[in-house]
């Protein structure tokens, strides 16, 4: 039969070209790094990322060429998130949070010719230059006025290079299976893991995910995404809104309670973030006695939403929680807690009990959980299980590795352990892959663990993650100190604090004689769990 339907590369300038033609003047309001508030608008978005994929083209980006980009969520950071693919390169999301030798890594990893970077993060680079093999030049995202000095590196101004062009251009033709972007996930092991997001799987992925049963994303909506574009795509917000053509507020780098909420008031209507940022929200409103007019729906994921925050948010303020499970190598929506018409039915409580699942997963994402023999485990709400995942949107294989990423049926095993109920629902019960996650962002176990045992007096250390009513997790090390040896633990951190980012040191040392090993002799960290648990162990 002769296929009669037109071709459609599924493209994401194409994105921005439905919201710059049919929602041309929805308001994009953004806290700028500079300071200002500014306004712009789809249409004006769509000419400045036009512009920029023409200085990338006559910079000599060629198609699949790596541009790092370092930034906060403002406008500007959508002119480039657009700019980019359209000149045919690759979005390259770099975290400035990264300590600097993960920095340096990903972006030797990715071979990242060139880097964008706000302003006010160039010391970062600064840091790390001499390290890095394969960059060219670096741009900064800003304009004249506000550049910055720098003895040590040779910095192009943004606005400036802007200017010379006209936006008069096609973007770059590229296949939709070409890649859009990447961003690196930390693994079990000290190497963070890229994930690299084609242009098909960015739009597919935005298209199942604003359905009504899952954002629901719309033209009425004035979207605020709270969760750094660096962190897991954004969450597919930079995609999902211009799609549907919302109009969007951007935070910029002032994550304060004090400042969101500032923002929130240029009549947000949906937000997302980690629960750390909506526990301070709450207590910022509680103890100024605020109100949210305008807010109808938050998205709560990255992490456990407590019970308490989903009531407050529903029974004070008026405001709808949607509770979501996602991971970068699902980009990155994996669940959504919407109410099907069986927790319609249900009371108050039956509700709120279904919102402390993470919800059922969107068309294009299929999940199942097995016991570890592989062996598919009962969707009963109890029995628990290794989760994994495939679809349309979901890694087959991490940047540079030799093999897949997934069995030979093609599943993701995810790393979570989870229940799923007789309508669909999952819940997340632990977590079997050996990474510790606070305020949203990953610490590699693993290199917390080898920098104590380069203490000369530590033999084995095991660090793990403990529950925390503010950051979701600490991290703790339990030592097992060399024989007749009893090291200071104050002088294990100090170690420690050498490769690593304050944050991410453990908040207690804990001794033991020995740790539990599996059958293949690595550390128990469940049965390590369960020996803290049962000796009353408590954060300091
Ligand atoms: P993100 O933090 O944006 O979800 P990451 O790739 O950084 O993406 O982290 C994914 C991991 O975070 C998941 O595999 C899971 O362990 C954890 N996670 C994400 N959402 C939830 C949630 N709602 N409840 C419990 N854990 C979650």
């Not at 306004?39 to 060629?62: E, Y």
Request: charged share 20%; glycine share 8%; proline share 6%.
């Amino acid at each position: 039969m002769t296929v009669i339907m037109q071709e459609f590369p599924l493209t994401v300038g194409r994105i921005l070209d439905h919201a710059a033609k049919y929602h041309p003047n929805r308001k994009i309001v953004s806290r700028s790094v500079e300071g200002p508030i500014t306004h712009t608008n789809w249409a004006n978005i769509q000419r400045q990322a036009k512009k920029l994929s023409q200085v990338l083209l006559s910079m000599g980006v060629q198609t699949g060429d790596t541009i790092g980009v370092m930034a906060w969520n403002t406008a500007r950071h959508f002119e480039v998130w657009y700019g980019v693919p359209g000149a045919g390169a690759v979005n390259h999301t770099l975290n400035p949070r990264l300590f600097a030798d993960q920095l340096v890594y990903i972006i030797n990893h990715a071979e990242d010719r060139l880097l964008m970077v706000d302003f006010d993060l160039i010391p970062t680079i600064e840091n790390i230059w001499d390290r890095l093999k394969t960059v060219e030049n670096i741009i900064v995202m800003t304009d004249r006025e506000h550049m910055p000095e720098s003895s040590t590196l040779d910095l192009l101004c943004y606005e400036e290079l802007l200017e010379k062009q006209d936006g008069n251009c096609e973007w770059v033709e590229v296949d939709e299976t070409a890649p859009c972007g990447i961003c690196y996930t930390s693994g079990t092991t000290g190497d963070p893991k890229g994930v690299v997001y084609t242009h098909r799987s960015n739009t597919l992925h935005a298209l199942a995910s604003s359905a009504p049963d899952m954002l629901g994303l719309s033209s009425n909506d004035v979207v605020m995404p709270v969760v750094p574009m660096f962190h897991a795509n954004g969450w597919s917000l930079g995609y999902t809104a211009p799609m549907m053509g919302s109009s969007m507020v951007m935070p910029g780098r002032d994550m304060s309670a004090k400042g969101l909420y500032e923002m929130l008031g240029f009549g947000v209507t949906f937000t997302a973030a980690v629960p750390t940022i909506w526990m301070l929200m709450l207590q910022h409103l509680q103890s100024n006695n605020l109100t949210l007019p305008t807010l109808e729906r938050v998205i709560i994921g990255g992490a456990s939403c407590p019970r308490a925050v989903i009531e407050t948010f529903q029974n004070d303020y008026d405001v709808q929680v949607l509770h979501a499970w996602g991971m970068t190598e699902m980009s990155p929506v994996g669940t959504v807690c919407t109410f099907k018409p069986e927790v319609t039915a249900l009371d108050a409580s039956g509700r709120l009990d279904a919102q402390g699942t993470t919800g059922h997963p969107p068309y294009s994402v299929d999940l199942r959980i097995t016991d570890d023999a592989g062996v598919e485990q009962p969707w009963d709400g109890n029995t628990s299980g290794k989760l994994w995942a495939r679809g349309a949107a979901v890694v087959q294989r991490y940047f540079k590795q030799d093999s897949d990423a997934v069995d030979k049926d093609g599943w993701f095993d995810t790393g979570d352990v989870a229940t799923i109920d007789e309508n669909g629902y999952m819940r997340i019960t632990d977590r079997s892959k050996d990474v510790i996650k606070s305020g949203g962002e990953w610490i590699s176990s693993i290199s917390l663990e080898n920098a104590a045992v380069a203490h000369a007096d530590v033999a084995e250390a095991a660090a793990i993650g403990i529950p925390h009513p503010k950051w979701d997790e600490r991290p703790i090390l339990v030592i097992v100190a060399m024989p007749d040896k009893s090291p200071d633990p104050q002088d294990i951190l100090a170690l420690v604090a050498q490769s690593f980012a304050k944050w991410q040191v453990p908040d207690d040392v804990v001794f033991m004689d020995e740790l539990p090993h599996t059958a293949t002799g690595k550390i128990s960290k469940l049965e390590l769990r369960k020996i803290l648990n049962n000796q009353g162990y408590e954060l300091p």
